[in-house]
């Protein structure tokens, strides 16, 4: 998206920047998002970035279970998700939530192989590190200011831009998973 990154101003430039990622049949790949809520198991508290037991200690756990084909994402010396060498990558949403970017693939089973190896991944090093992990769509235990902010600098600017546009913005950004399908096209029809 960001070679096409312009204002839209009218629905036919919106129509017209849909249109142009259409792909021949033969090109087409699946693409699947798995987010987890993280939280401690002693206690079911939320997970914060730092500690012993905190998600930059998942992170790195996570890439020495992966092995050398795993490459940490680093900002400003956090480590903040990584590539996982088949192409998808491991990736934090504002709250702690873990996110699994799968690759583009040919099929629904490679998709469902690639999620059931990294839930596999998960399960031993969150084990590891006395947390566990739900794939849940809402976190109902917790209150916003339970939850840790993530050391990824937009996150700062999308925490300070929700809080002026509703009043579940910030909700959505800490306490809540999805997961999601992406789908190439041919055409509209």
Not at 10 to 18: A, F, N, P, R
Request: hydrophobic letters at 35%; proline letters at 4%; glycine letters at 12%.
């Amino acid at each position: 998206m960001a070679e096409n990154s312009k204002v839209i101003t009218d629905t036919s430039q919106l129509v017209d920047w849909v249109a142009a990622g259409a792909k021949p049949k033969s090109a087409w790949r699946i693409g699947t998002e798995h987010e987890k809520i993280l939280f401690h198991r002693a206690d079911f508290g939320p997970v914060a970035y730092e500690g012993k037991d905190g998600v930059g200690a998942l992170l790195q756990s996570l890439c020495a279970h992966i092995g050398d084909k795993a490459r940490p994402i680093i900002e400003k010396g956090h480590i903040i998700g990584l590539k996982d060498g088949e192409g998808g990558s491991v990736t934090l949403e504002p709250g702690g939530q873990f996110e699994l970017s799968g690759a583009p693939l040919k099929t629904l089973h490679q998709t469902c192989k690639e999620t059931g190896m990294h839930l596999k991944q998960m399960m031993s090093v969150t084990a590891e590190l006395e947390l566990c992990m739900l794939g849940s769509g809402f976190q109902p235990l917790w209150g916003r200011d339970d939850c840790h902010w993530m050391p990824k600098g937009r996150y700062r600017i999308m925490r300070d831009y929700m809080q002026k546009k509703g009043s579940l913005g910030l909700d959505m950004m800490l306490r809540t998973c999805t997961v999601q399908v992406n789908l190439d096209f041919s055409s509209e029809q």
